[in-house]
């Protein structure tokens, strides 16, 4: 029912800013809870952000909040994560999740029925 592909992962350095991206397809995204994992090599999957259908309501990571910024554009069916003042530690493949409504804000990887093929990033130092 849902497609999701990342896209914007590339190499950074310590500092620099990047904004990754998640394509879907299908005609019900806008009714969609979706959010961000990432995992690192050696690392379990760890929850970054999510946000609400419409985008009004958002939820960070603690290791994030304040440098990292989720949204979503409905109308182009893109949600978003800007990535601000990268650290070596945010090095990861990042990849976007999505379910129903009633899943918004879990950091339950489980709890998502959608997951995008990754994008990743890398920061050096």
């Known amino acids: 029912q849902v497609q999701l592909v990342e896209s914007g992962g590339g190499l950074v350095q310590a500092g620099d800013s990047l904004r990754l991206s998640c394509a879907a397809s299908g005609r019900t995204f806008s009714s969609f809870a979706m959010g961000w994992f990432r995992q690192a090599p050696g690392k379990e999957r760890e929850f970054v952000a999510a946000i609400n259908w419409s985008g009004s309501s958002t939820r960070y990571a603690n290791s994030v909040k304040g440098r990292f910024t989720i949204s979503r554009d409905n109308a182009k069916n893109t949600m978003y994560l800007q990535m601000s003042s990268l650290k070596p530690e945010d090095t990861a493949a990042y990849y976007c999740?999505?379910?129903?409504?009633?899943?918004?804000?879990?950091?339950?990887?489980?709890?998502?029925?959608?997951w995008g093929q990754g994008t990743q990033v890398t920061v050096s130092s």
């Open positions: 999740v999505a379910d129903s409504p009633s899943r918004y804000g879990s950091s339950r990887y489980e709890d998502y029925g959608y």
